[in-house]
C-alpha cells in the first residue's frame, strides 16, 4: 500500500511574491523528487537501514585500524625492551653461521636456529642447557673430533720405568740410583731373571725403604 506525504510550507511575511512562488514550485518540486515520486515507505526504510550499516561497517574499520596500529606499537616498544646477543654456531650443524637470539637464550635455542645437528653430530659432552653469552662460538664436534678430545679414550702416556728392560742410563735417572746401584739392579736381573714386583728391589743391597720409596712412583714390571 503506497502513502501520500502532503509538505506545508509558511512564509513569514504571510504574502507571496512571484519570485517567492518560482521559489516556492521548485521547492515542491525538490521535495516530491526526495520523497521517491510516491514509493513505498518500506523502500526509503530499507535503504536507511542499509545507510546505517555502512556507517556501523566504517566505523568498526576504523576501530580495527586503531587496534592494528596500537598492537603494532605494543610489539614495538615490547622489542625495544628486550636485548639481542649474537652468537657463532659452528661444526656437526646443518646450517652453521651467526645467529640472533634473546638474552638469556639457551645453546640448544642456538642449535635449533642453525638447523639442528647433523647425523655425524656428538653432543654427549655438550651441555646444551649452558646459557648464551653475546659474541660466544658454539661447536659441535662429530664423533671423530669427541674421540680424540675425550682423555677417557685417549690412551696415556706410562713414563714409568721398567725393572725388566731398563737399561744402565734409564736406571741412573731414578732418584737415589747412581751408576753403582743401577750395575747391582742390573745384576740381580741377570742372576734371578725377572723381578716379579717392584717391591723386590729391596733385595739389593743398598736399597732399602728410604730409596724405594721415593722411586716406587716411577717404576713398573711387566
Partial sequence: MKKKIIYFVKWPNGHIGISQRVYFAMLLVLLFLISG?????????????????????SETSYNNSDLSKDMEKGISEEKRTKNFIYVQVSGAVVNPGVYSLEEGSRIFQAIELAGGITETADTKKLNQAEPLTD?????????????VCDPSEVPQKDDRINLNTATEAELTTLPGIGTAKAKSILAWREENGSFQQIEDLMKIEGIKTGVFSKIKDSIKVD
Fill in 37 to 57: 515520486c510516491g514509493e513505498e515507505e518500506e523502500g526509503i526504510l530499507l535503504t536507511e537501514n542499509l545507510d546505517d550499516k555502512e556507517v556501523i561497517s
Fill in 135 to 147: 659474541g660466544q662460538m658454539i661447536y659441535v664436534m662429530n664423533y671423530e673430533e669427541a674421540a
